[in-house]
Structures are given as structure tokens and as C-alpha cells.
């Protein structure tokens, strides 16, 4: 029955100036105003929404997969985006906000927040 659906995901910021400017200018990412919202990247598979009753999601809500995490992180660093810095059991980042190494998972991976508080991730695959 849904096998043909068109899938895509979607997550809440209260700002949606400040979003579109963040993901577009900040991150370079396509983003495509409509009346509803924001659609990112080429697809449209990502897609914002303006709510003033947002609250920050307290897990990662979008993941970029790049070639080089380190280059990506000094590039944001270089425009004023912080990494996230965990120190857990499954999860621990270096002084970059980097973690690598794990068992399972990516290469290397780096997490920061969009002006609403939602977690982002960028990510370097296994070779």
C-alpha cells in the first residue's frame, strides 16, 4: 500500500527566518522557501516547519555525510558553529567535538545545533 509513497522527513523550528538563513547561508545547504515552510537539499526529502510551540529535539534530527569531518568542522568553526562535546559510555568526542573510532557507526562523526536547539549531525562513512 505504501510502498510508492514519497518519504520525508520533517522537524519544527520557531524562527523560520532564522533557519533559512542558518541552513542556507551558514551550512550552503539548497533550501527552497514555500508557504508551509522550508525544503532542504535537491530532493526536498528534509522539510522545516514554524512552530511557536517548538521544543528541540534531545536527538539528532538531520545528518550530513561529508568526505573529511575535521575539514567540515574547522569550515563551521570558521563561521561560529560549535560542536557538541559528549563524554558517555557509547559516545565520547575529542577537543574538536569529534568522535571517533566507535564500534559501530561512521567513521567519524561531529554534532551541533541549529539556532532552535535541534541536534545536527556531520559524518565521514566507513571506507
Do not use: C
Request: net charge negative; aromatic share 8%.
Amino acid at each position: 500500500m505504501l510502498r510508492n509513497a514519497k518519504i520525508f522527513s520533517s522537524f519544527s523550528v520557531p524562527d523560520l527566518a532564522a533557519a533559512e538563513r542558518f541552513y542556507g547561508e551558514t551550512l550552503g545547504l539548497p533550501v527552497k522557501k514555500t508557504d508551509e515552510g522550508l525544503q532542504l537539499g535537491d530532493s526536498g526529502a528534509v522539510f522545516i516547519y514554524p512552530s511557536l510551540r517548538n521544543k528541540p529535539a534531545d536527538f539528532t534530527v538531520l545528518n550530513l555525510v561529508v568526505d573529511d569531518v575535521d575539514a567540515s568542522v574547522d569550515e563551521l568553526a570558521q563561521k561560529g558553529v560549535s560542536m557538541e562535546q559528549y563524554d558517555m559510555e557509547e559516545i565520547k568526542t575529542d577537543e574538536k567535538g569529534v568522535a571517533r573510532g566507535m564500534s559501530r557507526g561512521p567513521e567519524a562523526i561531529a554534532w551541533f545545533k541549529d539556532p532552535a536547539g535541534n541536534i545536527i549531525s556531520i559524518l565521514e562513512q566507513k571506507k
